[in-house]
């Protein structure tokens, strides 16, 4: 219980060095905290806290509070891939905090968020391509709220804005096929 407690405080200590802030320690929501500007250019500028910030995620797994690794990578993806202002972390975020994950449904979770939240479908290369064609299906499937069947019924309809189809992926059997057929 302790050691538990001490890795907790240790825990806060990190994340405020980094700008973060816990918010719920039974859930492990965090934040950005009040000195978050100057941290974040401070991970923008420094990248070796990337392979820290890996170790914390194992550590925190392997130690109990397996409950905390999503939050603080879903963190990290929302400010690298939907805010921009980690942009020298994306490539960790990416590459290791969403593995770092012991959650399987969790990281599945976050690799699903990521694949959503990247601008360039072609080059996400962290789930096979039967995954990716199964979320980008789940994109373009997503229907405007009104467009329920309780709306059907009332005679209510509402056109739903067009996905960009341009984010189709192709295997690289396919790619590699169309190379050599001249196409």
């Known amino acids: ?17 980094y ?22 250019e401070n991970l923008n500028r420094n990248t070796h806290n990337n392979l820290r910030i890996t170790r914390i995620l194992k550590c925190l797994g392997l130690l109990g509070f397996k409950h905390y690794q999503a939050p603080l990578v879903h963190f990290f993806l929302v400010e690298t891939l939907v805010n921009g202002t980690l942009p020298r972390v994306k490539k960790s975020a990416l590459d290791y905090f969403m593995f770092a994950v012991l959650d399987k449904t969790e990281r599945k979770n976050l690799i699903r968020f990521a694949f959503t939240n990247l601008y360039s479908k072609e080059q996400f290369v962290w789930c096979p391509w039967r995954i990716q064609r199964k979320f980008l299906k789940e994109m373009t499937q997503k229907r ?15 056109r739903q804005p067009h996905y960009r189809t341009q984010w189709i992926v192709q295997s690289p ?9 001249g196409a």
């Open 19 to 40: 700008g973060i802030q816990l918010v719920n320690e039974d859930t492990g929501e965090v934040r950005r905290a009040e000195n978050w500007r100057d941290r974040f």
């Open 144 to 158: 405007h709220p009104s467009q329920t069947p309780a709306c059907a019924r009332r005679g209510v309809t509402h």
């Open 1 to 17: 219980m302790i050691v538990k407690k001490r890795l907790l405080k240790s825990y806060k200590l990190m994340l405020d060095f």
């Open 173 to 181: 059997r396919r790619r590699n096929s169309a190379r050599n057929n």
